[in-house]
């Protein structure tokens, strides 16, 4: 993946304003010439698929409102973050400074958006997470400027453990890639499950995104838990519930998971996604005209079927509409640009949802089942679900 640059069109009078220093370029662009969107997204590496899927739904959001912004053209520009952590500030240092973007999109990793996030507090430029949920983004380091479309880490899995001792599993190992998401996935798991009589026998873990399961698996079946939960996502979640049923696990022990498990990746696990349960925002079986609405509109503009990844990437183009039009495309009118965000109500295929003051969503969290490659909807584990917000000042 590359990223484009292009040169800025400015007209002749604005440019004199602006050198003769009557004007910031910051007001300069967001006056006359294209809104400016970065894309700091993985388009290879083990989350290239969610990448593509948030940067489709993004652009069909924007695309069903003629392409425009608060009347204004757009201009994409693209950097390939590769989930790669030790290259977040580099590669959003490249979008602020190089291509001088209005709004930054991104990011799926969790350690990479902590780079994100620097540059965006310290640049002050608008930021909209597509994706990860790295709790001190909306928590300690809440920030006016940065809007969250997904979840806290700890928000899906929040509404597993209940879930879980419901069908009697009651003695559980939890296992995932060690980094934020994981750990902070685990966060939320270990709060319900204990809290609802269950017994974790075992954490285990591996560094993302190695997929060397097998060692693992082998001290999974030693410990003969009721069930197994776990947080893994894209290309390395298929490959976990490909080798847990290659080992014969799924004949003794229940898979569940945080819904990321089964996101996007039914086909490449085939039929070991049969019966797997998980707990997310989200659901392919959504029964509602919005939800059919936008996997028919999905399915035939992209030739692929919508996941949840796909909907956040739409949600956050949607988040941006609001507030884009509320300020008839000038984006420097700050106050009122995240006024109109923070009071957004965004009729989602996920479901309405509204932002919290640390920005983040408060969102149902259904629990769902794998049946003939679909994540079928079994009902509501848990409603508006907020994240706990610990130490944002906002609001
Ligand atoms: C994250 O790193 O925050 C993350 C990545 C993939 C997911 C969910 C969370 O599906």
Known sequence: MTTRRTLLTRSAAVIGAASSGLLLPQIVRAQSGKIRIGFMLPYTGAYAQLG?????????????????????DIEVFKVDDESNPAKGIENATRLVQRDKVDVLVGTVHSGVQMGIHKV?????????????????????????????????????????????IDKGHKKAVWITHSYAAGDEAFEGFEQ??????????????LPFPNVEFQALLTEIAALKPDA??????????A?????FHAAGL???????????LTEGVLDAAGEAANG???????????????????????????????DVYAVQGYDTGLLMIKGANAVKGDLSNKKALYAAMEGAEIDSPR??????????????????????????????????VADAATGCKMG
Request: charged share 20%.
């Open 52 to 72: 593509v899927a948030i940067e489709n739904g993004f652009m069909m959001a924007l695309n069903e409102q003629g392409g425009k912004l608060g009347g204004r």
């Open 120 to 164: 965006a507090r310290e640049s002050g430029v608008l930021s909209l997470i597509p994706n990860a949920g790295v709790h001190l983004a909306t928590r300690a380091q809440c920030a006016p400027n940065v809007f969250r479309t997904s979840f806290t880490n700890g928000q899906p899995t929040s509404a597993l453990g209940k879930a879980m």
């Open 192 to 205: 319900g499950y204990t809290a609802a009589g269950g017994t974790i026998v075992k954490k285990l873990g």
């Open 228 to 237: 197994v939960a776990c947080f893994f996502a894209g290309a390395p979640a």
């Open 239 to 243: 490959k976990f519930m490909r080798d």
């Open 250 to 260: 799924h004949k003794s022990i229940q898979l569940y998971g945080s819904g990321f």
């Open 276 to 306: 797997v349960m998980t707990t997310l925002h989200y659901s392919d079986s959504l029964d509602t005209p919005r939800n059919k609405q936008f996997r028919l509109a999905y399915a035939k503009t992209f030739k692929l079927q919508p």
């Open 351 to 384: 479901g309405k949802w509204t932002m919290s003051k640390a920005h983040n969503l408060v969102q149902d969290i259904y629990l769902r089942k794998v049946e003939n490659k679909e994540n079928k909807v079994l009902g509501v584990a848990q409603k508006a």
